[in-house]
């Protein structure tokens, strides 16, 4: 069975862990992959290929923001949801 993977890159541990048993308590078709950095972030996104992603902007090493029309442009398919607390 292919699972929906998703990546949650933000350095907040506690709010990626509730993210995370959000979306696996109501779905168990998804693949939860968490990144605290940026650039850790970036890195997961070419290993593990994920279709969603929640990409903070307040990161360690760099604004999320930033990033996303990178994303978007690398990755056409990703769908990229942006966070903030």
């Known amino acids: 069975m292919n699972r929906m993977k998703v990546l949650i890159i933000d350095d907040e541990t506690d709010l990626c862990l509730l993210l995370k048993s959000y979306i696996l308590g109501k779905d168990k078709n998804y693949e939860v992959h968490i990144s605290h950095s940026l650039a850790d972030g970036l890195a997961n996104i070419s290993a593990k290929m994920p279709g969603i992603i929640f ?11 930033d990033k ?10 990703m769908h990229i949801n942006l966070i903030s607390a």
């Open 68 to 77: 996303a029309p990178e994303i978007a442009r690398n990755y056409p398919g």
């Open 55 to 65: 990409l903070d902007n307040d990161l360690p090493d760099g604004a999320g923001w």
